[in-house]
């Protein structure tokens, strides 16, 4: 009973900021008879050349990135992407460099270089569902990651997803997706996997943040990440590794 009731605080407490019904800001049929007639279109044809201002994206409708729809969700006052991060691209069209071999893999780590990464030993046809894996230099790189006006989040940014989620308890079920958890919040994080600074993948789902740590490895300073753990358990962790690492991304509405 107290699970039951935990897990329905849950679920009000991540869509509680969240709109009932989200309504595209042009409706083509100006009259409102039901119809996009003649007179709806000479209406539209009446405004050609003028400027229209792009309306700010509403949180729930889908965003495109690169060729990639990406659904996305409230959490609290916090606009998430519900996907990894699937794009070969830096926010300016720059090719993020492919690394598929664990010696290339390291080098890139050992040189600060940008890379990405298949998000398992089996290759393209999990990207789809998966996205890539990204070590921390594409992330930090000043190329941009996600689109205009979504970021890398903090870890700062983590931690308050972390709260709304559920904190201690249930934290890590409600954002896990249907397949391992409850997905109460929408966040929708798939069991996965990271690839290390050796080029091995493991069965872990990490996600980045654009956070630095204060500890290092190998005279390299380390980052922040969220990771879902294996199993039943229940709390979200957020942790630090090192910035070879291969880990999703999500992105989060600036």
């Known amino acids: 009973m107290r699970t039951l009731l935990s897990l ?145 989040p903090s870890s700062g940014q983590f931690g308050t997803l972390k709260a709304r989620a559920g904190g201690i308890e249930f934290s890590a079920m409600a954002l896990k997706d249907d397949d391992w958890g409850f997905n109460s919040c929408g966040f929708a994080g798939k069991q996965g996997s990271t690839r290390n600074y050796f080029g091995t993948y493991a069965g872990e789902t990490g996600f980045w943040s654009r956070s630095v740590s204060s500890s290092q490895f190998t005279n390299q300073y380390m980052s922040r990440y969220m990771r879902l753990p294996p199993g039943n358990v229940e709390q979200v962790l957020i942790e630090e590794q090192n910035n070879g690492l291969g880990m999703y991304v999500r992105c989060i509405k600036d």
């Open 8 to 152: 329905a605080l849950i679920s009000l407490c991540c869509s509680l900021s969240a709109q009932e019904t989200i309504t595209y800001p042009y409706n083509p049929d100006g009259n409102n008879d039901g119809i996009i007639s003649l007179s709806d279109l000479l209406d539209i044809l009446s405004t050609y050349g003028l400027a229209f201002e792009i309306q700010e994206h509403i949180c729930g409708l889908p965003v495109e990135y690169h060729g990639v729809i990406y659904n996305t969700t409230l959490i609290g006052s916090q606009c998430w992407f519900a996907h990894n991060l699937a794009t070969s691209e830096f926010s300016n069209g720059e090719e993020i460099p492919l690394q598929l071999s664990n010696s290339s893999w390291m080098d890139a780590a050992n040189n600060q270089l940008a890379a990405r990464s298949y998000p398992t030993n089996a290759g393209l046809e999990n990207v789809e569902s998966l996205g890539f894996l990204y070590n921390w230099f594409a992330v930090s790189d000043s190329r941009g990651l996600c689109p205009q006006g979504w970021s890398v």
